[in-house]
């Protein structure tokens, strides 16, 4: 099991820029989640999807920010347009439904905007 | 609401001096708590979870239902203990974690 795999992992784009971030969750995983991590904010959940459906997106900063899950398979978050103070990293993690213990984060994508 | 607090953004300790990473929580339901735990520049690992009651590489943590906490020792730390350490409270549904701020752990020689 490659478990979940994020890319890119590292990302440099100018501010103003289109992002997007992509993850496959592990196969059999019901649940995605999306987390940025800062060393201001620490972790902070921005949208997770049971089953391929948005459930709570309360996390997302702003409508720059939106998450799709067109399948079980793939998912992506994409910022437009990017700022500098959206710099972070961004990791994917995924688990059965109704586990919470059975998160397995990805290696996480680092982004910088300049 | 769930929240959880990690109040020391960092904790500097010599290597064989006891550790202890502290963890309060706030939650209505019956709480389900775990630690991760996240070596420089890799992913997000769990530790252990209090459900277990288990020792993961020398750690332990109870959980304080009257105090509301769940802080993570270890009696005698190890260099290659350093890294970022984040407590985190699951929901009644399950289907949720809520992580704390997270305190980066240093061990110095």
């Known amino acids: 099991d490659a478990g979940v795999i994020q890319s890119p992992r590292h990302e440099v784009t100018e501010m103003g820029q289109e992002v997007t971030l992509r993850c496959k969750p592990i196969s059999g995983h019901n649940s995605l989640f999306w987390y940025r991590q800062t060393m201001m904010r620490g972790l902070e959940l921005l949208i997770y999807f049971n089953n391929n459906v948005p459930i709570d997106d309360s996390g997302m900063p702003e409508d720059r920010f939106s998450a799709k899950m067109p399948n079980a398979s793939f998912s992506t978050l994409k910022i437009q347009p990017s700022e500098p103070r959206d710099s972070a990293v961004y990791f994917c993690a995924s688990r059965p439904v109704g586990r919470s213990y059975g998160y397995t984060f990805g290696s996480g994508t680092r982004l910088t905007v300049v | ?109």
């Not at chain 2, 775990?34 to 288990?54: D, G, K, P």
């Open chain 2, 1 to 109: 609401a769930q929240r959880v607090t990690q109040p020391e953004k960092l904790l500097s300790v010599f290597k064989g001096a006891p550790v202890e990473l502290k963890c309060n929580y706030s939650y209505s339901g019956s709480p389900e708590l775990f630690w991760y735990v996240q070596y420089s520049r890799q992913r997000l690992q769990l530790l252990l979870r209090h459900i277990s009651r288990e020792s993961i590489k020398g750690f332990t943590a109870d959980l304080n239902k009257g105090e509301t906490s769940f802080h993570l020792k270890k009696p005698f730390a190890q260099e290659e203990d350093s890294a970022m350490y984040y407590c985190a409270l699951g929901n009644n549904a399950g289907n949720m974690l809520t992580f704390g701020g997270g305190t980066r752990l240093m061990v110095k020689p």
